[in-house]
């Protein structure tokens, strides 16, 4: 197998061929030329330093090189300009090459590509911990720390466990491990939702009943605190039952016995009491909305999960292990760049370790096997931009006719209608409401109110192109283009 690092490209112009390989030799860079028709005779065990995609002569030939390209998501892809391919979707567009050719634009674009190849994604050995201590207790922050200590602290007593954090930052799973690590991990752990059953079953859903306590009863049943018998009950969001039960409820903690709906036999029971709750009890215990008595009843041990924004250092580990807990349920395993990484690490995640796992699931959908950059990730958590290239131009070739046209056609292209920035607000540009007898000068008013809206939307998102391009309705890079033509800074 040749291990020699080569550039592949790919173009039906005989001419621009010969140009390209020039270039290429010039700044000391091996290549192999090949028309679209021959793509099958490239060996692609080959080191690959990246691929230029140039014209292709037929539209069968559009296609075989479109399905070919999509296989080969190891080899980082320039798009030489004037090639009309759909790439923003492809994991290894790394950008464009404008004509014609230079040499600090190619240069920064080898330069690009070599990066690229150098990202492995994250690939971060699992830290030393007990099997079960899994997802998202994972980490190495202070917090998340501190949690695995008070677990480790805990599971050696009966002591009744209040977990207390914001929705998505694993109650359940610090539930699961006291409840593992304890003496009673033979026995079953029983959750129950109490923000999740109508207040007139839980009882019965709690604590059983007899056949024929009320209508539908038509056999005896036995409710979650019999069901955990030498385990653990944890009663999830234990903040939204309602005042009746917690009476209810008080009163078998501190008894330790119980009737079932219905019945007059007392059962006793053996269960540990772990609950947890998103809501503020002390703030609810003042409007009367929580009984004090049962909240100390509880809270004997209390655990507080950190929020995954304030354990953002912790994000490539739990990355890495959503990501390998999915490829065990069949999924195919995706790798992120260093940049998306540390693109993710800047969002605020209000859903917390929920919300990333969903973002991680959504990732290997959408990517199976690949490499995810910031520019895949979705608008809200892009808080970078793929590099982007500064061809240099000539201002000397282009006629007045020619920058008139293109002011003109570039506005249009990005569907801003003069109707619809007549009826805008008012703002720092001067837009006549009617024609005036002298007329105007349409290229300079288009451009001014162009040039305002693209300085609006990279205020709005803080410089980030992908987004402010969004906002506008248009495909990034034409965004850098309109930037490029106006000389405008991120």
């Known amino acids: 197998m040749h291990t020699a690092t080569k550039v592949l490209v790919i173009e039906d112009d005989r001419q621009l061929q010969r140009d390209i390989q020039t270039i290429l030799h010039f700044v000391g860079e091996e290549c192999q030329v090949v028309a679209s028709q021959d793509l099958n005779q490239v060996d692609f065990s080959t080191v690959w330093t990246g691929c230029i995609l140039g014209n292709c002569s037929t539209s069968a030939d559009y296609a075989t090189v479109v399905g070919t390209i999509q296989t080969q998501s190891h080899i980082p892809l320039l798009v030489l300009g004037g090639a009309e391919y759909e790439v923003d979707s492809l994991t290894h567009y790394v950008g464009d090459l404008e004509l014609p050719l230079n040499y600090p634009q190619l240069s920064d674009a080898l330069r690009h590509c070599k990066e690229f190849l150098g990202r492995k994604g994250i690939q971060i050995p699992s830290a030393t911990r007990k099997n079960t201590l899994f997802r998202s207790l994972v980490g190495q922050s202070q917090g998340i720390q501190s949690v695995r ?69 038509i056999t005896s049943r036995k409710g979650r605190f019999e069901l955990a018998e030498g385990g653990t009950l944890f009663l999830d969001e234990i903040g939204d039952m309602p005042m009746p039960m917690q009476v209810k409820l008080l009163r078998v903690i501190q008894e330790r016995s119980f009737e079932r709906v219905g019945g007059n036999q007392t059962i006793k029971v053996n269960v540990r009491i772990v609950a947890a709750t998103h809501r503020d009890l002390d703030s609810m215990i003042q409007k009367e909305t929580f009984r004090e008595d049962l909240y100390y009843r509880l809270n004997v041990f209390p655990i507080e999960m950190p929020s995954l924004k304030e354990r953002k250092e912790d994000i490539p580990l739990l990355l890495q292990e959503l990501i390998t807990r999915l490829e065990a349920e069949g999924g195919q395993p995706v790798c992120f760049t260093p940049r998306a990484v540390n693109s993710l690490m800047e969002h605020h995640w209000p859903g917390n370790v929920r919300e990333l796992a969903n973002l991680v699931e959504r990732m290997i959908i959408l990517y199976p096997g690949s490499l995810v950059d910031v520019n895949h990730l979705p608008t809200k958590y892009r808080y970078s931009d793929i590099p982007e290239f500064q061809p240099e131009y000539n201002d000397d070739i282009t006629s007045i006719e020619d920058q008139e046209r293109d002011a003109l056609s570039n506005i249009f292209a990005g569907n801003i209608a003069l109707d619809e920035m007549l009826e805008q607000e008012p703002t720092n540009f001067d837009m006549p409401s009617s024609l005036p007898p002298e007329g105007v000068n349409l290229k300079e008013l288009l451009a001014d109110a162009e040039v305002n809206l693209i300085n609006q939307a990279l205020e709005a998102h803080n410089g980030v192109v992908a987004r402010a391009a969004d906002m506008l309705g248009m495909r990034r890079t034409t965004l850098v283009e309109k930037m490029r033509k106006y000389n405008l800074q991120r």
């Not at 359940?172 to 007139?200: L, M, T, W």
């Open 149 to 217: 200590h008070l677990i480790e602290q805990v599971s050696g007593s009966d002591a009744s466990v209040l977990i207390l954090g914001e929705s998505g930052t694993g109650k359940e799973v610090v539930a699961r491990n006291v409840h593992y690590h304890s003496s009673r991990q033979k026995g079953p752990f029983v959750p129950v939702n109490c923000g999740a059953i109508p207040p007139d079953l839980l009882e019965s859903e709690l604590f059983g009943h007899e056949k024929g306590a009320f209508t539908g009863a």
